[in-house]
């Protein structure tokens, strides 16, 4: 067993449950630790505190696991699985079969994400710690959730960080067809789990699209940075006027279509549109009633937060523009560098610049199966607001 011990003071945030220990905070460390694996955490005084994943190729050096003496092994990450699992069971609604199982450090798995589409589930291995209990996860998943198939998605800077190369291809069961049909609050999607954004689809904004929906009839609408149309459905569900629906990729535009042609919406007063939302925001003549930015994330480090707010300034400050009086704003953040008070400060900026002044209708967040641990406040990294303008 590896054994890394604290400097002095260091334990705290650990004994608090935070789950990250970077490089800075440890004294030492013993036993074989070329290659990552379950470590045993000291506090200075030697005081075993908790057990974890150890990399020293990472710059987070160990993700705690828990905080009691138990072993890490199978029957531990079928515990944790089905605890996660009956959460999401209790409380997502029957009309909804596509869902995130496992939310990392949300769920005190850290580096774990696993997706639900239907009849397939999507995992990705994010830590190396994770890596090497991948047949376990697997084995465990397959005993609890009646999957078709398991289909891997591995990729991303945090894998790269902990020495792993990129991995995708089926763990167990069936290849997943090139799209699958999904059903969320009744409405049906076509995923592209292979080749999509994410894992194949924006499971964190399914509250927030429900949320659009009580405020479309009768609108107007931008739907910018849409991917495959879901806003835009849930637009037109909730009985919109017009949708524009927005998105510089080709592909995504064209599963758009046929999402807004599966629930029925393919003859509705709708316009697809391939462009940069940058571009069309700043040149548009056109104002709306109510407006979505769900730009990717713009800060995927941390030095690139001061160009990440300049960006989020210019589309919330161009977006406002465009808003009819009383229209509303939903406005979002993914990138978890940028904090939460920080985004609205940058939209407050944007709002005195755009003239416009504006009330916080409502704060939108992460849907519930994207829980975030109290200990780890950086799992919360979607922020949004739901905005109205006065005149």
């Keep these: 067993m ?37 470590a045993d955490i000291f506090d200075a005084q030697k005081n075993w505190i908790a057990r974890g994943f150890a990399n020293v190729k990472s710059q987070i050096r160990v993700r705690v696991l828990t905080w009691k003496n138990e072993p890490i092994d199978g029957d531990f990450f079928s515990r944790r699985l089905d605890r996660a699992l009956s959460l999401r069971e209790k409380h997502l609604s029957d009309t909804t079969n596509a869902y995130r199982l496992i939310n990392g450090e949300g769920d005190f798995l850290p580096g774990l994400i696993v997706d639900r589409y239907n009849d397939f589930l999507v995992c990705q291995f994010f830590t190396a710690g994770m890596e090497s209990f991948k047949g376990d996860i697997v084995g465990a998943l397959g005993d609890l959730v009646p999957a078709t198939g398991i289909f891997e998605r591995s990729e991303g800077k945090v894998r790269n960080e902990e020495g792993l190369e990129p991995a995708a291809g089926v763990l167990f069961g069936e290849a997943p067809p090139d799209t699958i049909s999904i ?23 399914r509250d927030n699209r429900a949320f659009l929906s009580t405020l479309a009839r009768g609108q107007t609408l931008l739907n910018c940075f849409s991917y495959s149309g879901a806003f835009s459905v849930y ?17 995504a535009l064209e599963l758009a279509e046929q ?46 937060v001061s160009a990440a707010t300049g960006a989020y300034k210019f589309l919330n400050l161009h977006a406002l523009r465009h808003l009819s009086p009383g229209g509303v704003l939903l406005t979002f953040s993914c990138s978890q560098h940028l904090a939460a008070d920080l985004f609205q400060k940058v939209v407050f900026g944007a709002a005195v610049d755009a003239g416009r002044k504006v009330s916080i209708v409502k704060k939108l967040g992460q849907s519930i199966d994207h829980p975030v641990s109290l200990h780890h406040p950086e799992g919360e990294y979607l922020k949004g607001l739901a905005l109205r303008v006065l005149d």
């Design 2 to 38: 590896r054994r890394i011990y604290l400097k002095k003071g260091r334990e705290a945030p650990i004994l608090r449950g935070h789950p990250w220990i970077f490089s800075g905070a440890i004294e030492k460390a013993e036993g074989e630790l070329e290659a990552a694996g379950v």
């Design 183 to 205: 059903t969320e609050n009744g409405f049906k999607f076509l995923v592209d789990v292979r080749g999509g954004q994410k894992t194949g689809f924006f499971l964190d904004q």
């Design 235 to 251: 637009g037109f569900g909730g009985g919109a006027k017009s949708i524009v629906t927005l998105d510089s990729s080709r592909p």
């Design 259 to 304: 999402n807004l042609a599966l629930n029925g919406f393919e003859a509705v007063d709708g316009e697809l549109l391939k462009g940069d939302a940058f571009a069309y925001l700043k040149e548009c003549k056109s104002n709306f009633d109510v407006i979505v930015l769900d730009p990717p994330s713009l800060a995927h480090r941390r030095s690139d």
